[in-house]
Nanobody, 126 residues
Framework: QVQLVESGGGSVQAGGSLRLSCAAS????????AGWFRQPPGKEREGVAF????????YYADSVKGRFTISQDNAKNTLYLQMNSLKPEDTAMYYC???????????????????WGQGTQVTVSS
C-alpha cells in the first residue's frame, strides 16, 4: 500500500508559479508510473502530466506543455509538479496518482492508477 499526500496548492495571480508536491509513503519501491490530474469545478478530471519513475520519461497534456514540469526525487519519495505561467483556466483541484505497474500512457490518461492523493486546490486569478 502506498499513501500519497499532496501539498503546495494555493492562490496565485495569472502569470505566477506554484510547485505541487506529492509525498509517497513508499515511492521508490511502490511505484513505476505516476502522474498529476486536475479537476476544475463542474468539469471532468484531466490528466496533465505523467512520468515513468524508473526511466524518467514524461508526458504532458497539450494544455500544459511548455508550462508545467513533472519531476521526482526518489531520495525524498516525492513527486513534483512545477507550474509556471499559470492561467485562470488552470484553476482546479490537483491530484497525484501512482501505480506499481509500468502502465501505458493511455491507461494513465484513463486514470487507472491504484493509488491517489486527497488533492490540493490551485486557484489562479486574472
Amino acid at each position: 500500500q502506498v499513501q500519497l499526500v499532496e501539498s503546495g496548492g494555493g492562490s496565485v495571480q495569472a502569470g505566477g508559479s506554484l510547485r505541487l508536491s506529492c509525498a509517497a509513503s513508499s515511492y521508490t519501491y511502490g511505484t513505476r508510473s505516476a502522474g498529476w490530474f486536475r479537476q476544475p469545478p463542474g468539469k471532468e478530471r484531466e490528466g496533465v502530466a505523467f512520468i515513468y519513475t524508473d526511466t524518467g520519461s514524461t508526458y504532458y497534456a497539450d494544455s500544459v506543455k511548455g508550462r508545467f514540469t513533472i519531476s521526482q526525487d526518489n531520495a525524498k519519495n516525492t513527486l513534483y509538479l512545477q507550474m509556471n505561467s499559470l492561467k485562470p483556466e488552470d484553476t482546479a483541484m490537483y491530484y497525484c496518482a501512482a501505480d506499481p505497474r509500468p502502465i501505458s500512457i493511455a491507461t494513465m490518461k484513463a486514470g487507472e492508477f491504484r493509488y491517489w492523493g486527497q488533492g490540493t486546490q490551485v486557484t489562479v486569478s486574472s
